[in-house]
């Protein structure tokens, strides 16, 4: 079946680090979206990418998907505490959302 | 601040026990959703709502059973339930009149124990 993989799974920062997460779709997506789900919370959507090669940003979180639209990436510049949570990818293929796993950010104390 | 209201939002309950799970929105969507969230798995669609017509139902069992009597209102009824139905329960809405790619606005969620 249709499969969107998220990595990687938990990714542990010292505050003012980067983050990266990546998600690689089977199938080609006719977009995808993010979304952060902070600790005990529901998911919140960011942001959503329709267009081959598209590039966004919000403040420090930039939002990239692939020329093939199979794939996607969220880079935080700068981690900061408020971060902390879960970011998943979300893509849709033949009307079905397809849920990455999540990669979850810590950051070291 | 969300727009989707679930109560309760911690539920523990037994193998035998009946009970229902409730979810309003107020954001005027008329598509709402039931998934299922447990950890390290991707968000499990579980029930799918447009306007009122159930559309989708992913091999659920039928211990689970969703009734939807207005755009606003979705119910998830419970009924003998195994302890590996504990999870989180999210319910979700969205507009798909625009877009059939429109974002979900979710729910905080019921934390569904089964003993």
């Known amino acids: 079946g249709q499969q969107v993989m998220q990595i990687p799974q938990y990714q542990h920062v010292q505050e003012g680090e980067d983050f990266t997460t990546y998600c690689n779709s089977s199938?080609?997506?006719?977009?995808i979206q993010w979304y952060k789900q902070r600790p005990g919370g529901h998911p919140v959507f960011l942001i959503q990418l329709v267009k081959s090669g598209e590039v966004k940003k919000q403040k420090r979180l930039t939002f990239q998907f692939g020329e093939a639209k199979k794939n996607s990436s969220l880079h935080i510049t700068a981690t900061q505490t408020t971060d902390v949570g879960t970011y998943f990818c979300a893509g849709h293929s033949n009307y079905q959302l397809i849920w990455g796993a999540g990669t979850k950010l810590i950051i070291k104390p | 601040e969300t727009g989707v209201t679930q109560t309760p939002r911690h539920l523990v309950m037994g193998m035998t026990n009946k009970k229902s799970l409730k979810c309003e929105q107020h954001?005027?969507?008329?598509?709402m959703y039931w998934y299922k969230q447990s950890a390290k798995k991707p968000l499990e669609l579980m029930f799918v709502y447009n306007f009122k017509e159930q559309t989708e139902n992913n091999s659920v069992p039928s211990r689970f059973s969703p009734e939807c009597p207005n755009s606003s209102h979705l119910f998830l009824h419970l009924h003998t339930l195994q302890p590996e139905d504990s999870a989180l329960y999210l319910c979700?809405?969205?507009?798909?009149?625009?877009?059939?790619?429109?974002?979900?606005?979710f729910g905080n969620g019921t934390r569904l124990t089964v003993t």
């Open positions: 979700a809405s969205s507009q798909p009149g625009q877009s059939y790619n429109s974002p979900l606005h």
């Open positions: 199938t080609t997506l006719s977009n």
């Open positions: 954001l005027g969507h008329n598509a």
